[in-house]
T-cell receptor
């Protein structure tokens, strides 16, 4: 099984450019998430989708938009990239949202640099 | 104030020793606790979850939870060089949407 697949793995943008990070999972999970990871700050939630058709803001949503295209796919869009968005981005999925026992399965990550 | 705190390390232990990783959290209503392992340049991987006070063992790993002290730890017995990684503590409120992650502790197991 592929699990959670993210593309691209690396990306360099110039300030003001836009891009979309793609994520797909084949585990039939209802919930999907986008996190960013910065040195010394742990993983921080950008947006999540508890189930198909719903999306909600996380801890650091400013500058990002998301689309839950179907149950499998959840994309993250940067409309106008800024250097502060230089980070490693992880997509994750889980089942049993809101039960407290859900476990996150992560994609391989996207290393994004904004110059 | 950080919600989940971990010693950033690096924590160095010799091969075969017990590695002890610690995590404290500030939200008293936290219900679920997780340890993820992250190798350099890779994604986090769940290794342990614990929901009630006490110890939970899985192979060489033991998670310990003390909700009164707001403290969760991970013990790795018979540490191997392959255990060298960053260990992330994550905490969740039962009906909340967010896992709150600590900054991670870097573990180095020396041959």
């Amino acid at each position: 099984n592929a699990g959670v697949t993210q593309t691209p793995k690396f990306q360099v943008l110039k300030t003001g450019q836009s891009m979309t990070l793609q994520c797909a999972q084949d585990m039939n999970h209802n919930s999907m998430y986008w996190y960013r990871q910065d040195p010394g700050m742990g993983l921080r939630l950008i947006y999540y989708s508890a189930s198909e058709g719903t999306t909600d803001k996380g801890e650091v949503p400013n500058g990002y938009n998301v689309s839950r295209l179907n149950k499998r796919e959840f994309s993250l869009r940067l409309e106008s990239a800024a250097p502060s968005q230089t980070s490693v981005y992880f997509c994750a999925s889980s089942e049993a949202f809101g039960t407290g026992t859900e476990k996150l399965f992560f994609g391989s990550g996207t290393q994004l640099s904004v110059l | 104030q950080k919600e989940v705190e971990q010693n950033s390390g690096p924590l160095s232990v010799p091969e075969g020793a017990i590695a002890s990783l610690n995590c404290t959290y500030s939200d008293r209503v936290s219900q679920s606790f997780f340890w993820y392992r992250q190798y350099s340049g890779k994604s986090p991987e769940l290794i342990m979850s614990i929901y009630s006070n006490g110890d939970k063992e899985d192979g060489r790993f033991t998670a310990q939870l003390n909700k009164a002290s707001q403290y969760v730890s991970l013990l790795i017995r018979d540490s191997q060089p392959s255990d060298s990684a960053t260990y992330l503590c994550a905490v969740k409120v039962r009906h909340g949407q967010n896992f709150v992650f600590g900054p991670g502790t870097r573990l180095s197991v020396l041959p």
